[in-house]
Nanobody, 122 residues
């Protein structure tokens, strides 16, 4: 089992920045890839970014490329999502996920955090 706890969400004005953190614990060695997803009510969970614990395999969704950066610190079992130039359409609940495949498909991640709300005001 892997436990994931997100933090760092909040309310920010458009153009501002936030950094989300995800603390992983348990059998983290079984989950090579870490991802961030987001979801708004009535819509499917959307891929944002993923990375390996080594940082060698990193991908960002086109909608956030150049604005968001995922990173991982395997010495602390922490994953981060630095979000810059935030837009109102980035408003969502952001989830951290862990899995064993390099994928953007939510269904292929095995473990999920409880989510953290990010609200961007215009």
């Amino acid at each position: 089992q892997v436990q994931l706890v997100e933090s760092g969400g909040g309310l920010v004005q458009a153009g501002g920045s936030l950094r989300l953190s995800c603390a992983a614990s348990g059998r983290t060695f079984s989950s090579v890839f870490m991802g961030w997803f987001r979801q708004v009510p009535g819509k499917e969970r959307e891929f944002v970014a993923r990375t390996s614990w080594s940082g060698a395999s990193t991908r960002h969704a086109d909608s956030v490329k150049g604005r968001f950066t995922i990173s991982a610190d395997n010495t602390k079992s922490m994953v981060y999502l630095q979000m810059n130039s935030l837009k109102p359409e980035d408003t969502a609940v952001y989830y951290c996920a862990a899995g064993s495949a390099a994928t953007a498909l939510a269904a292929q991640y095995d473990y999920w955090g409880q989510g953290t709300q990010v609200t961007v005001s215009s």
